[in-house]
């Protein structure tokens, strides 16, 4: 694969039992929610610190409207929001945070 992070995800198909790759992440009405969801409770439990102003804004007009659906009021965006909720829900387990130490840093002559 010429892409090194592309998001991959393992299924496994319940009638043959065999498993599968695949790339990407399919947004659809019953895994949008999924991610909203997950991006609230991160957010709640401040385990993300956001400074981006537009990606605010955006959450601030992103409702569930009467027929249940997760989207942007009218006029408004919602792309930085579901970006960042995608972000948020493939990284899981995809990387392990490195403690810095002294030994990090070379000494300057």
């Not at 995800?9 to 947004?27: N, V």
């Amino acid at each position: 694969m010429a892409y090194p992070n592309f998001y991959t995800e393992t299924q496994i198909d319940k009638l043959t039992d065999r498993e599968t790759l695949k790339l990407g992440f399919t947004t659809t009405a019953k895994t949008k929610p999924l991610i909203i969801d997950q991006l609230r409770a991160s957010m709640r439990e401040e385990e993300l610190e956001l400074n981006c102003k537009v990606t605010l804004r955006e959450m601030l007009t992103y409702i569930v409207t009467e027929s249940g659906a997760m989207q942007a009021e009218a006029g408004c965006f919602d792309d930085c929001v579901m970006s960042l909720a995608l972000a948020n829900h493939v990284h899981t387990g995809a990387w392990n945070p490195v403690e810095s130490t002294d030994s990090f840093y070379i000494e300057m002559v």
